[in-house]
């Protein structure tokens, strides 16, 4: 079924033709609409997208005019209806998209519907990217392997998304083995101006995984949302947003040598934080945008979620011109882009600077070497200080007072490691501490204390060493963000080159990882003969997928991991990533740190985070001289050059020629058929979802929360990942119990990101990360309680807790901190907390996705007033909680705050007002009904 587009009411009389070559297109002209002239980029586009959705209820021609009266001074408050262009999925998070809309089918049905209506509207792509782990690593058959056992594992999902592809209209997926699903976006999918029904408009796109806002770089508006939101955008409903507040960010100069893009990224992530831009657009402006190269531009724009923004966003320019033609797109889509943003007033004209809310700059030119770490990607550190900040940061890892078992570390030990190694020492200097052993560097760098030792002897793959705190334990080249980039890709080959030259080998304690982002890489590597190089290290083709960054790292050597585990060692990880929360990248590593692939390759050359690429050398070369860090790192000129000779467009119009064909393995796959999808109840993978399990036309009155119970009390920086982790399965947990009771082999437990599409599992999996510290219970982290349905409110699972308090009927709360649900875009975070019984989250302050998703299940999201906290209020989770005041959404109004009422075991009550986060007129809609796909499903019948 294709829809028709609906003709606009066209209040301002807009509605045009625009004529590009042959081919004439209808357009919605921004000049009829006077003061859109003055607009920044972003807001253009949301102009633009009003004009032609303009129906006279959901988009009136008072929103029209008050986004071209925009007030840049003013604070959000004029809701909006915005109507993206297409959906971008990945498959962790698409899979229970196309899970629900199956549902959704058949609940239709049951209440009376046509199940036909349930189809995406606009277009919806799915990428195959996060389901490949490094199971095998390090030598030449390693990308075969892991696809043969991604095919092993997922092939349930894999058969329900192919029938999904031929069920849906509108609906592709790309399969596995493509690449990242940003940068596939960026060189194919992103079209920058849509054309569609005779109609041409730019290109908009919201995608189910945060880093969306990748394809800001080339112009095109778009963010991340939740699944559940995601869902609703296919079935036509718009998004509802305030206008927001823009933030101008001026670039000027150019990079200097020996800079990278990831350094400039790291840079503004930094800055932008500082600044603060959450709910915000920021629009890069200024002479220097020119001087970005579009794969820059992507970057900057991919590191969105990291510093807060809902988008970080370019003009259209000449460069974004050169990119569609450097990646294969045709000359017609080249002209008609060109031909509607210079009619649009979107082509970047730099006489012509846009009026902004608040204004930032950034000199190019003062951007030094950079990583983040050790668990956040704002906490950016300065290369040369990145030895100092380890020091000070270690102290927070290690129990110095209870050292672990030494493990017979004068056995064993491998006398042929060069004792100046940091790591790899001989059996005399690792009994000294390292404070006095080094305490002269560590006295001189700024107060910085001398790091904890603990050398633990180990032999793995025939090699012996010696392992220490700091070790760097995975090296990854990996995630969109970087991968994208031929600057830093063809920085680290070059690099690699150079350090196999000199005689230099990664450390064999060290899990490398080369995962690009698209085929083109490879291809591009390929030309320039820097395979060879890169494998010498051990960075062998892993997969085209997320793999480190999204915690599919695969287990570490058994004998490193037993080391580490055994003598409860912090070891490190360094990746080309976006995201280094804690327990993200491996169950084994404590502290991770983000690094341009340049610096992904030193660190795999230096095995340890506890060095100084200044000072120190990296080795020795064949003659016996030090070899330093800047004796290997390639000129900017040699990199340009490599690329000019590397790159070119039949690359990519190769690569994507049967992007959607995929290989024979794809192909082989039974596919179901149907128009509704047969549940197999066997399926560890896929089940029936259960939102809509008893639903009936009319929502249910909303009611007050009385009588609930704490299921956990959080700190700051709450992030999606420790509400539902995507990496893997610990045994013992109740994931994996109803895993081993379905007869599936701990070798097959996957992750909890691939079986997304199964509820049982996610639900035993929410708020189950290993690092979640839940102050219910002293000194212990993972995924416990307390459970007050037992006397004295003994230790249990969150799981198994709730479960009880549900057959009590007991309903629960979650008590937050500052930047609840930062991090990935992820709906299970949401979908989790609802199934787990859990009505109300309190906290000081959320993160835009994720207070929407849980809007969008039906849980309200609740402040502590302004300045105060569970702690300032002398919460400590054992109260039980009466929540009034919500009663007034049946009455179609929305409370500001609600009563909260917390009362202690011994009968004192501590009460406060707390905020309603419920922000807009259409989330209140979609909390009456029990949330948005209810709401959804509900007026897909009536109409």
């Known amino acids: 079924m294709r829809v028709e587009h609906t003709l606009s009411k066209d209040s301002f009389g807009a509605r045009g033709t625009l004529e590009v070559g042959d081919n004439s297109y209808e357009i919605f002209r921004l000049s009829a609409v006077p003061g859109t002239e003055k607009l920044p980029y972003a807001l253009k586009v949301l102009a633009e997208n009003l004009l032609r959705t303009e129906d006279g209820a959901n988009v009136t021609a008072d929103h029209i005019n008050a986004l071209a009266h925009w007030d840049a001074d003013a604070q959000p408050s004029v809701e909006i209806q915005f109507t993206p262009g297409r959906v971008l999925m990945q498959d962790f998070t698409g899979v229970p998209c196309v899970v629900d809309l199956a549902t959704m089918r058949e609940a239709v049905t049951a209440l009376g519907g046509d199940p036909n209506k349930v189809n995406p509207l606009s277009p919806a792509e799915m990428v195959i990217d996060h389901s490949v782990i490094l199971d095998v690593f390090g030598r030449a058959d390693a990308f075969e392997r892991n696809v043969e056992l991604e095919y092993q594992r997922n092939g349930e999902r894999y058969q329900f998304l192919r029938w999904g592809q031929g069920a849906f209209d509108d609906f592709k997926v790309v399969p596995p083995g493509t690449g990242i699903v940003h940068q596939v976006n960026i060189e194919y999918l992103a079209r920058v101006v849509m054309t569609r ?78 600044h603060g831009v959450v709910g915000k657009f920021v629009e890069f402006y200024g002479d220097g945008v020119a001087e970005v190269p579009l794969a820059n531009r992507a970057t900057l724009g991919n590191m969105s979620p990291e510093f807060g923004s809902t988008c970080a966003i370019f003009p259209i320019d000449g460069e974004t011109i050169n990119y569609l033609r450097l990646t294969g797109r045709t000359d017609e889509e080249l002209a008609l882009v060109e031909a509607y943003a210079k009619e649009q007033g979107m082509w970047h004209d730099t006489d012509a600077e846009p009026t902004y809310s608040e204004y930032l700059e950034l000199d190019l030119g003062t951007v030094v070497p950079s990583i983040a770490g050790p668990k956040r990607p704002q906490d950016r550190i300065l290369l040369s200080e990145s030895k100092v900040a380890f020091r000070k940061d270690i102290h927070n890892y290690v129990d110095e007072n209870h050292p672990a078992p030494q493990n017979g570390l004068d056995e064993g030990l491998d006398e042929s490691f060069p004792a100046s190694d940091p790591v790899a020492v001989s059996p005399d200097e690792a009994k000294l501490s390292f404070a006095e052993e080094d305490s002269v560097v560590a006295s001189a760098a700024n107060g910085a204390e001398g790091r904890p030792s603990q050398p633990v002897s180990v032999t793995s793959d025939g090699q012996s060493f010696v392992l220490d705190h700091g070790a760097v334990a995975v090296a990854g080249i990996t995630s969109c963000t970087n991968t994208s980039n031929p600057s830093v890709m063809i920085g680290a080959g070059l690099l690699a080159r150079n350090a196999v030259d000199k005689g230099l080998t990664s450390k064999p304690w060290v899990k490398t990882n080369m995962a690009p982002g698209s085929q083109v890489v490879s291809d591009y590597y390929e030309k320039a003969g820097l395979w060879p190089y890169l494998e010498k290290l051990g960075f062998y083709l892993g997969g085209y997928g997320c793999t480190t960054c999204i915690g599919n790292t695969g287990p570490l050597p058994d004998e490193i991991s037993a080391a580490v585990n055994d003598n409860d060692l912090t070891v490190t990880a360094v990746l080309s990533g976006n995201r280094n929360f804690e327990g993200r990248i491996s169950p084994d590593v404590k502290m991770n740190y983000l690094a341009s692939p340049p610096l992904v390759i030193a660190y795999a050359l230096a095995g340890t985070m506890d060095f100084d690429f200044e000072t120190e050398a990296l080795g020795q070369d064949t003659d016996g001289n030090d070899v330093f860090l800047r004796d290997i790192w390639p000129s900017a000129q040699e990199i340009d050059d490599t690329i000019k000779g590397a790159i070119n467009q039949e690359m990519f119009r190769n690569s994507y020629a049967d992007v959607f064909k995929g290989d024979e393995r794809w192909q082989g796959l039974d596919t179901p058929d149907g128009d509704t999808f047969a549940w197999d109840e066997n399926s560890t993978y896929v089940r029936k979802a259960p939102y809509f399990d008893g639903m009936t036309m009319d929502p249910e009155p909303v009611s007050d929360i009385k009588g609930a119970r704490v299921l956990a009390l959080l700190g700051d920086s709450v992030t999606t990942d420790h509400i539902s982790p995507a990496g893997p399965i610990k045994p013992g947990t109740p994931a994996a119990q109803y895993l081993d009771s379905h007869g599936v082999a701990r070798k097959d437990y996957n992750s909890l990101g691939s079986r997304r599409g199964n509820h049982e599992v996610m639900i035993r999996g929410t708020f189950a990360n290993i690092r979640l510290q839940n102050q219910l219970l002293d000194g212990v982290s993972g ?84 300045g105060e906290s569970s702690r300032t209020l002398g919460l400590d989770g054992t109260e039980v909680f009466d929540i009034e005041g919500l009663e007034q959404l049946n009455e179609g109004v929305t409370p500001k705050t609600v009563k909260v009422t917390a009362t202690k075991e011994d009968g004192r009550e501590v009460s406060f007002d707390a905020v309603v986060r419920i922000d807009t007129p259409g989330e209140a809609d979609y909390y009456r009904n029990g949330g948005i796909l209810q709401y959804v499903l509900r007026n897909m019948i009536k109409s």
């Open 197 to 274: 029904n005779g109609q041409a408009y730019p290109d908009t796109c919201v995608g189910t995984d945060s880093h969306t806002t990748m394809e800001n770089g080339l112009g095109v508006l778009g963010w991340g949302v939740g699944g559940i939101e995601a869902e609703a955008a296919m079935l036509g409903q718009p998004v509802s947003m305030l206008i927001p507040r823009v933030v101008g960010f001026k670039l000027t100069g150019e990079i200097q040598p020996g800079v990278t893009a990831t350094d400039v990224v790291l840079t503004v992530t930094d800055i932008l934080r500082q």
């Open 783 to 866: 995924g416990y309680t307390r459970d007050f349905t037992q006397e004295g409110g003994p230790q249990s699972f969150i799981y198994d807790a709730s479960q009880n308090y549900q057959e009590a009927g007991i309903p629960l709360v979650v008590l937050g901190g500052k930047e609840y649900g930062s991090g990935s875009s992820r709906d299970w975070a949401a979908k989790g907390t609802v199934l787990l019984g859990v009505k109300a989250v309190i906290t000081e302050s959320f993160e835009r996705i994720h207070r929407s998703n849980l809007i969008g299940m039906g849980v309200v999201p609740l402040q502590f007033p302004d």
